[in-house]
């Protein structure tokens, strides 16, 4: 007991200390409340009861236009019930009471009556056992038989083998008369009243009634030749006169067991769909429509259906948990107000307007047209414009929201859920594998074609008949091009109101025309080339592991921006000449370093990057400790403060920044490696890996073991790539090479026998790059 309570407490807590890490890590108070509020309002909408309340029609009336089912319907079927009701209280088999109290009366009245013929008719007792006779009997029948009883041998017969006979019978069970008594299809049910046990008689034709086993004993009798016939008639004539029945029916117990029976019979129901019409105009309302009319007054008469409103809440609610947990228990990327906001006005974008498409279809009278309103919903478009936002977690968690706030607001099944989720996946898909806007444009051929299959799929468990299909697949057009249309109207004010990095902004960001990356190129040559290497080192890890590898290419490109300040403090671009960190103290020098990444910061925010691009310009370093000029200042005699020569961080809060915080420090300290072979290149990248991941700068990211595996795998084939080795060229080729580049044209024209003696030296220097050479021919 103590165990179970300590496990209850442990499991409180933990829920406790996961709700406190959620709100520390997630900083969206008010955006929270607003999506709980949205989700709070889509359910009640989801419930309202918009359908116009159908007029009540009774029996006879005519109605004054069409009665149309606004929505599915169950309708009791009163005779069908009915019948199967009669039906199995026909198998309802009868309670019978057994016992044997009438036994030992019917003794004791044989044991009376003979005791008076013995004694000539003196005993007053036992001639009121005998009236029944002399009621029955004329006076001088009853004296016959009161002579016949009165013989021993008979008295002796009637007591020694009737009895035992009779009473064996009793046992068994004995009724009235079996022509009169209620019997089963499925026999009767016998309850022994002196032990309480119950036992089933299916076969009804081993009952006895009284009148047949009067009969037996007759027969029995006559078998007795020491019996005379007037001591048979007489014997006949007293059983007759006084044999009770061992079995009474239990009305009582057999109406109540019949009424158990009964109730637990389940109503025969039929079910009247969407669309159908139960009465139509000018024509008499029959009984069964009437029927019919009162389950659909009843079906909406409610205003809103609360416990479906209610159902809907809770069920977004525990969907929702996919925003703010990953599969792992980890947070994963912290959520701000500003991302709710969005989410959540999407959501409720999405279901005012599916709610209002579903109204306008159901002024139609066509019931494929309303059909087709919902096949025609854009989901796809709806569900891509946050995956042009955020990882495949939260846009698969977006995709199922919607796809059951919108299969709520059309009041329609299962299938309408998996059609918009597999489309919404489908077009995340098509869009997140699109590298241009024309790739986007061109993925409308695929998706038209996908969703169609999926509504094959969906049509099939659906059933639905073959006049629908063409509307269906007009709907499916339309849907995959209004998908598009969203996407391409919606992303700029994505971009432009709330600040985001789309795909589209990514891949305008990638371009080499921008003026910030134009500004890198002309000012900091060798930043800008460190950068373009480690942009290619994480497109090839991102990729690897399923990391956003658009955004991390492109903030890789910029991540260094903050140089512009101090182009000239940072070695790749000092050219050879001197450093000027020689001629500045240790503590100035760390100062410079760290303004870069706040420089990057501000121009960041100046050139609207965007705020993804932004927290990975200011996470690449971590907190890391800046360990040069740590120990230099240490050597000097300086006072140092470790948090001093430290970046200020945060750490790295998602895969992409941590991938790029690898791939800067590996591609910067490869710089020094003095051959570059593969093997020094692996050691030296995991020699790396291993001292950040030592250093906890990886914790608060979501990069697992397997994941630096294929890291350091996929930096190891860039960096051997950039480091290949060339031909060594002989000295006297050379020179002869630079002597024809600077002779004139019209003199290296002639000089077949010059370019004969350059190219006598190439075959003896095979390698990778000799097919690599530049030729001097025109190619065909």
């Known amino acids: 007991m103590h165990m179970t309570a300590q496990k209850k407490t442990d499991s409180l807590a933990g829920i406790f200390l996961l709700v406190q890490s959620l709100k520390a890590h997630h900083r969206c108070e008010w955006g929270l409340c607003f999506f709980v509020g949205t989700l709070l309002f ?15 029609y009774v029996s006879g009336q005519v109605p004054e236009s069409d009665v149309i089912a606004e929505h599915d319907i169950m309708v009791e079927d009163s005779r069908a019930t009915e019948a199967r009701r009669k039906q ?31 004694e000539g008719g003196e005993r007053k007792d036992a001639a009121a056992a005998f009236s029944h006779l002399v009621e029955d009997l004329a006076p001088d029948v009853a004296e016959e038989v009161l002579a016949e ?11 020694k083998d009737l009895m035992p006979f009779i009473r064996e019978n009793f046992a068994e069970g004995l009724v009235t008369d079996l022509r009169s008594g209620r019997v089963g299809r499925m026999g009767v049910i016998i309850r022994n009243l002196d032990t309480g046990a119950e036992t089933l008689r299916p076969d009804v034709s081993t009952l006895r009634d009284v009148q047949s086993f009067l009969a037996e004993i007759a027969s029995r009798n006559r078998q007795n030749a020491e019996l005379t016939p007037q001591s048979r008639r007489a014997i006949n004539i007293v059983l007759a006169a006084v044999m009770p029945a061992s079995l009474t029916l239990n009305r009582e117990a057999t109406q109540k067991r019949a009424e158990s029976v009964a109730e637990s019979v389940k109503p025969v129901y039929y079910q009247i769909q969407k669309g159908e019409i139960i009465v139509r105009k000018g024509e008499r309302v029959s009984r069964e429509q009437q029927i019919k009319l009162q389950a659909l007054h009843k079906s909406s008469s409610g205003p809103v259906r609360w416990t479906g409103a209610g159902g809907a ?3 977004a ?4 948990i996919g925003f703010f947990i990953s599969p792992s228990g980890r947070p994963g990327t912290p959520l701000h107000s500003k991302d709710m906001l969005m989410i959540s006005l999407l959501l409720l974008l999405s279901g005012i307007g599916a709610k209002a498409a579903c109204l306008f279809g159901m002024r139609l009278d066509s019931l494929h047209v309303q059909n087709a309103f919902a096949v025609a919903f854009p989901a796809a478009g709806i569900v891509g414009l946050v995956a042009m936002i955020f990882a495949a977690r939260r846009f698969c968690t977006m995709g199922l929201l919607l796809a059951f706030f919108t299969m709520l607001m059309f009041q329609a099944g299962y299938t309408l859920f998996i059609y918009y989720f597999l489309g919404g996946m489908l077009g995340t898909w098509l869009m997140v594998r699109g590298q241009s806007r024309q790739d986007v444009v061109w993925s409308i051929v695929p998706l038209a074609v996908g969703q169609t299959v999926i509504w094959a799929g969906t049509a099939l468990l659906a059933n639905i008949s073959f006049e629908e299909v063409p509307f269906s697949l007009i709907a499916v057009a339309v849907n995959s091009i209004f998908s598009l249309i969203i996407l391409f109207a919606a992303s700029p004010v994505l971009e432009m109101f709330f600040g985001y990095s789309t795909r589209f902004r990514l891949m305008e960001l990638m371009s080499l025309e921008q003026p910030l990356m134009q500004e890198m190129m002309m000012a900091i040559p060798g930043t800008y080339h460190h950068s373009l290497v480690v942009a290619n080192m994480v497109e090839a890890g991102c990729k690897a592991i399923g990391a956003n ?29 001197p450093n000027k960190h020689d001629k500045i103290s240790p503590s100035l020098s760390v100062l410079i370093l760290l303004a870069h990444v706040k420089k990057g910061i501000e121009l960041a925010g100046r050139y609207n990057l965007g705020r993804e691009i932004t927290d990975i310009i200011q996470q690449h370093h971590g907190t890391r400790l800046i360990q040069y000029f740590y120990q230099k200042a240490q050597k000097l005699g300086e006072k140092t403060r470790e948090p001093d020569f430290c970046y200020p961080g945060p750490r790295p809060q998602t895969r992409e920044a941590a991938i790029l915080m690898l791939a800067d420090s590996v591609e910067a300290s490869s710089r020094t490696l003095a051959e570059p072979t593969p093997a020094r290149i692996r050691s030296h990248i995991d020699s790396i890996i291993k001292g950040i991941f030592s250093e906890g700068q990886l914790d608060e990211s979501e990069l697992t073991f397997k994941d630096l595996h294929y890291l350091s795998e996929n930096f190891q084939r860039i960096l051997t790539g950039i480091f290949h080795q060339r031909i060594t060229y002989p000295e006297a080729g050379i020179s002869t090479m630079r002597q024809g580049a600077d002779t004139p044209a019209e003199v290296r024209s002639g000089g077949d026998r010059e370019r004969n003696k350059i190219h006598s030296f190439l075959p003896s220097a095979a390698g990778p790059d000799a097919s690599a050479a530049p030729s001097t021919g025109t190619s065909r």
């Open 42 to 56: 889509l359910s009640v909408l989801a419930g309202v009861n918009f359908n116009v309340m159908p007029r009540m």
């Open 88 to 118: 199995i209280l026909l198998l309802q088999p009868p309670v019978y009471d057994l016992s044997m109290e009438p036994f030992a009366a019917f003794q004791n009245k044989i044991m009376e009556i003979s005791r008076f013929a013995n």
């Open 149 to 159: 009883i009165a013989r021993h041998d008979v008295q002796e017969y009637l007591l």
């Open 313 to 315: 809440f809770l069920c």
């Open 317 to 320: 609610l525990l969907i929702s």
């Open 549 to 577: 590898s658009l955004l991390c290419k492109v903030a890789a490109l910029y991540h260094d921006v903050g140089k512009l300040g101090y182009a000239e403090y940072f070695i790749e671009n000092q050219y050879g000449g």
